[in-house]
């Protein structure tokens, strides 16, 4: 009888089951709509071969079948059949169910209720796996989240299947992990997939939790930090209390034992006390007892994640990380986070600390497993009785957790000496031509490497279905010795390639410090991959995984392989490569290298200071926040100032300054020409207090310095050449958008550089800084240092008599990002062609080129695909090239809000090309067939917001209110019978993009009448009969 070998996952083992002899409870979960009724025999089929590879019988395994439309209806029970002959009967015997609308979220909640049950025949207590397969063809009318959560804290390993019109992302919610979903164009493609799925089923581990890390030494000195949920949602919050007490109690405490902090949050995090707070085992139970829900709302973890990292893992708070000592955080969160929760996990990730996170009731389950260290440092409490089992399990990582190596540098030096590089290779079939131009090339790079144990090191890995190492980072020291194994490497061979476990295995088992990377230390991480062939599995959550851990992927594929998948993979599109074949690897050697190098942002400090004697001219404006929110760190910014002007030579022919507080208004503390001398602003600079108020309106303040701060009259010598310089301090958010009076600002010469807190938005940041390296971050605006010291280096640049011209702005605009999103559902398929011809010819009009014109596409129905990013393809022949290749996406319905916020999170950043920082105009082009499925406002204003000037082209099926919200304007919508009129438009849309001009404060739409309007002489259009022009104007 064949048994697999363990498999390895990360570091832990896990048994596999007997394939011949298993113990498994399966049920198939079928969509019985009238969506399916064409293809389920195809489905049956499916099934029926499903369970003829299977050993089906009381003691092996069990199956069930339930069909859903509206309601679910069971077909047979795990135990109704005891033979593999009568259960392939039953499957025979199936009639379609029929019905609609399809309810998957009730149909998973009624199988976790009914079906794996052990009156239904469940033998789950006795720890044999319980599987359930959802095969489904549309989109579910009610929320799946709730029950996919349930599934997955009942260990039930849930795999989806879907069609074309099915919705990925409610798949992959399902799924209990996103990589166990597959889609299929149709369901007579299942039998493609039979052994694939198979091989998931076959290989689910016996004992459904995975194993505890192994004990090691120093069980007693631990730093753990408490993040407690106590939101206005948060009904938990007692019950949490009571665990954070229990776990208090069984720890010991003292300098060589263990320390607790614990911080409250909703919107803001707010410490009850810190790591050297309390040293008794007393005094920290009767904190807790005293503690009272802080309220607030929305829940906002990434923040909270971001101010622990910052504010109580550090040395100046009682953090023992320096000294070795390990760091767990316990995350307890009874919600779902309103922000961004990946960026601030990796860098946690990085730090060394340990997250372990707990839910309770409402808890969203796939957010808390990304921020756990590991899938299974995650629990569910739901009540009292679940404190006892989830306290030991924490208990056991806390004693297990290894002491950390001693860091001496955090901060990555990116223009560093030494690198850690892998190399990951596809050794599938695909490549088994152009395996030995990889060799060859490699052997290339490492000749030209510094390998040793404190140079470069670099390791090797091939894949195809699954990952294998060849060498690790730390297995050879020796250039020699790594070119003699390279020299006789052999090609893995084997098929499908699934690059996105490869990466997988790299992340958990390469890119480690037990490997030999040494990230901890801040050294670069790169990492190559060769593809000859497209994946057969997702990529895209690793890939964003990766990204958030500051590794630089560069991809280089071949005509076989998917140039979106390979930009995906890559740190940025910029970063993918292609190639005809391997043997033409030669042709972007010299651009692979160059990938290599780092831009350093981190700036070293030194003792070099401006000369007072150099005779520079500068006129510099400090907007300072002085909301509510940062009294208790006022006197830290006013410290900053004052030792920023201490370095200037204050006179009336040389520095001047200015002061200007902002909350939700601003207010003048000083003027430029109001002080002659350095020790006359000192004094004034000591004397600021601050001004109070809420919320923050950034936007505002920002105009009122241009209007009002630098103007001749308040002491600019802006006219006479002398460089303008602001420097803005703020620990917020801002409540009014910043882009427009940025842009202006930027217009006028004016050089800004933003510091904002761990609170602020980075984004925001980047907008308000006149280049992305002009804006910084200090943790509670706190620790200057390094900052200060990097703005005074930036200064001294600055030539006397020089105006600063900010690349990228001025009254002409002669380049823009321009976007389509087209609208590809079903009812779009017999338009495409004109679609695409259109598209081409407004393309063959614009400047395409890296400093020019860039153009972006992307495809949308149920969900939106990119074809090419705006940094894709900067040679206009390349992307004509592009255009010419697009095939029809298909699918259906048609979510337009969603494409609109695709566009947003996706498009328009300056990874995948968008110069928005530089204020290029930001185009986005919209062509729609029907009605949108799901609401656009939400999605359309945030997309105003960011000032993108958004056209909009529809049909006459097209919903003319969802169009009003979505365009800048009447003025920007168009109508036309259907997409043989869209070359009437042509021209005019060109002449309305080509004729932008950039606008100095946000955008506001307006209606002006058909003077001013953009589309004009529209008599063919037989929507618009009757008027003279084709605005839609109420």
């Known amino acids: 009888m064949e048994i697999e070998p363990p498999t390895i996952v990360g570091r832990s083992i896990f048994v596999l089951v007997e394939l011949d002899a298993a113990q498994r409870d399966i049920v198939f979960l079928l969509d019985g709509s009238d969506d399916t009724r064409d293809e389920f025999p195809a489905i049956l089929q499916f099934v029926e071969n499903v369970a003829e590879k299977l050993s089906v019988d009381q003691n092996h395994d069990q199956l069930s079948v339930v069909q859903y439309s509206r309601d679910p209806v069971v077909n047979f029970h795990l135990n109704t059949h005891e033979s593999k002959r009568d259960v392939i009967s039953a499957i025979r015997n199936l009639r379609h169910k029929g019905g609609s609308p399809q309810n998957l979220g009730v149909a998973l909640e009624y199988v976790k209720q009914n079906i ?128 954070v007490l229990r776990v208090v109690e069984t720890l010991e405490f003292g300098p060589n034992k263990c320390q607790v902090a614990l911080v409250q949050y909703s919107d803001q995090p707010s410490a009850a006390f810190l790591l050297n707070t309390h040293s008794t085992k007393d005094d920290i139970i009767d904190s807790v007892k005293q503690l009272k829900q802080r309220g607030g709302g929305p829940l906002n973890t990434g923040t909270a994640l971001q101010y622990v990292r910052d504010e109580v893992f550090a040395e100046a708070f009682g953090s023992r990380r320096l000294q070795g000592v390990p760091q767990l955080l316990v995350l307890l969160s009874g919600g779902r986070s309103r922000d961004d929760i990946r960026s601030p996990t990796a860098s946690l990730k990085a730090m060394g600390v340990i997250p372990v996170s707990i839910g309770t009731a409402g808890a969203d389950t796939l957010e808390l497993q990304t921020i756990s260290r590991e899938p299974n440092y995650y629990f569910m409490m739901n009540d009292i009785n679940d404190i006892p089992t989830v306290k030991d399990e924490l208990l056991s990582l806390v004693k297990s957790a290894s002491p950390q190596k001693t860091l001496t540098s955090a901060p990555a030096s990116f223009e560093s000496t030494k690198k850690d590089i892998v190399f990951l290779l596809d050794g599938s079939e695909d490549t088994r031509t152009g395996f030995e131009w990889i060799r060859g090339f490699i052997q290339k790079i490492i000749e030209n490497l510094n390998i040793e144990e404190n140079g470069d090191r670099v390791a090797l890995v091939q894949y195809s279905r699954e990952a294998r190492a060849n060498f690790y980072l730390n297995s050879y020291s020796s250039k ?64 964003q995984v990766l990204r958030d851990s500051n590794i630089r992927v560069i991809a280089v594929g071949t005509q076989n392989a998917d140039t979106l998948e390979l930009q995906t993979v890559s740190y940025t599109p910029a970063h993918a490569f292609s190639v005809s074949d391997f043997s033409n690897i030669e042709n972007v050697h010299d651009k692979l290298i160059s990938s290599m190098t780092y831009t350093q942002e981190f700036v070293e400090p030194t003792s070099t200071i401006l000369d007072s004697t150099t005779g520079m001219k500068r006129d510099v404006v400090f907007l300072i926040d002085g909301s509510d929110d940062m009294r208790n760190r006022f006197s830290a910014i006013r410290a900053f100032v004052g030792s920023m002007v201490e370095k200037f030579d204050v006179s009336q022919n040389k520095d001047q300054v200015a002061v200007v507080q902002f909350s939700n208004t601003p207010a003048t503390e000083f003027t430029l020409n109001t002080h002659r001398s350095t020790e006359s602003v000192l004094n004034a600079v000591r004397s600021l207090r601050p001004k109070g108020g809420r919320p923050h309106y950034t936007g505002k ?204 999170d996706n498009i328009l950043t300056t990874q995948s090309g968008s110069r928005y920082m530089e204020n290029v105009p930001q185009i986005l082009i919209l062509l729609v067939g029907g009605k949108s499925r799901d609401s656009v406002e939400g999605p359309a204003l945030g997309l105003k917001d960011f000032g993108v000037r958004t056209f909009v082209i529809g049909t006459g099926n097209s919903d003319r209110t969802d169009l009003e919200r979505i365009a800048i304007g009447p003025s920007h919508i168009q109508l036309v019978p259907d997409s043989s009129g869209l070359s009437n438009i042509q021209q005019q849309l060109l002449s309305a993009i080509t004729s932008l001009q950039i606008e100095t404060t946000a955008l506001s739409p307006t209606v002006n009448g058909k003077d001013n309007c953009i589309f004009k002489n529209c008599e063919s259009n037989t929507l618009m009969k009757g008027k003279t022009n084709c605005c839609i104007t109420d």
């Open 116 to 243: 794996f049950s052990p009156s239904s025949g469940s033998r789950r207590l006795e720890g044999v796996p319980q599987i359930l397969i959802v095969l489904t063809g549309g989109r579910s009318q009610d929320d799946v989240r709730r029950a996919a959560i349930g599934l997955k804290e009942e260990k039930i390993l849930s795999f989806t299947v879907g069609t074309q019109n099915a919705d990925i992302i409610q798949l992959q919610t399902v799924a209990h992990i996103p990589s166990y979903t597959i889609s299929i164009h149709r369901f007579g493609d299942l039998q493609s997939i039979q052994h694939k799925l198979l091989s998931f089923v076959k290989h689910v581990p016996r004992s459904p939790r995975l194993p505890s890390p192994p004990v090691v030494a120093d069980m007693g000195r631990s730093d753990i930090a408490f993040l407690i949920d106590a939101s206005d949602d948060s009904e938990s919050f007692p019950l949490m209390k009571d665990f």
């Open 480 to 543: 020699n010795d790594m070119l003699n194994v390279i020299q006789f490497l052999r090609h893995k061979r084997g098929r499908p390639l699934n690059t996105g476990a490869a990466l997988q295995f790299l992340k958990d088992n390469v890119f480690i410090a037990s490997s030999g990377s040494r990230v901890l230390e801040g050294v670069p991480q790169i990492l190559y991959m060769f593809s000859g062939g497209r994946s057969n599995d997702d990529v895209r959550a690793v890939s």
């Open 701 to 904: 303040a920002l105009q009122f310095v241009k209007d009002s701060v630098f103007t001749s009259n308040a002491g600019s010598r802006h006219l006479k050449g002398v460089p303008q310089i602001l420097v803005v301090l703020t620990g917020g958010r801002s409540r009014d958008s910043p882009h427009g009076p940025a842009g202006a600002l930027k217009r006028m010469g004016v050089l800004t550089f933003a510091i904002g807190s761990q609170l602020t938005d980075q984004v925001e940041m980047q907008v308000i800084a006149s280049q992305s390296e002009h804006a910084f971050i200090s943790p509670g605006l706190l620790d200057f240092k390094n900052i200060q010291q990097s703005l005074m280096t930036k200064f001294s640049v600055i030539k006397d008599g020089e105006i600063i011209k900010i690349d990228g702005f001025g009254n002409d605009v002669t380049k823009r990002d321009v976007i389509f999103l087209v609208d590809s559902s079903d009812h779009t398929r017999s338009g495409f062609q004109a679609i695409r011809n259109f598209i081409n010819d407004i393309v063959s009009k614009l400047d395409v080129q890296s400093t020019g014109d860039r153009v972006s596409v992307i495809q949308f129905s149920n969900i939106a695909v990119a074809n090419f990013y705006l940094n894709s393809f900067l040679k206009k022949e390349d992307v004509l090239n592009a255009i010419k290749g697009l095939t029809h996406k298909g699918g259906r319905p048609l979510n337009v809000g969603r494409a609109l916020q695709f566009v947003k």
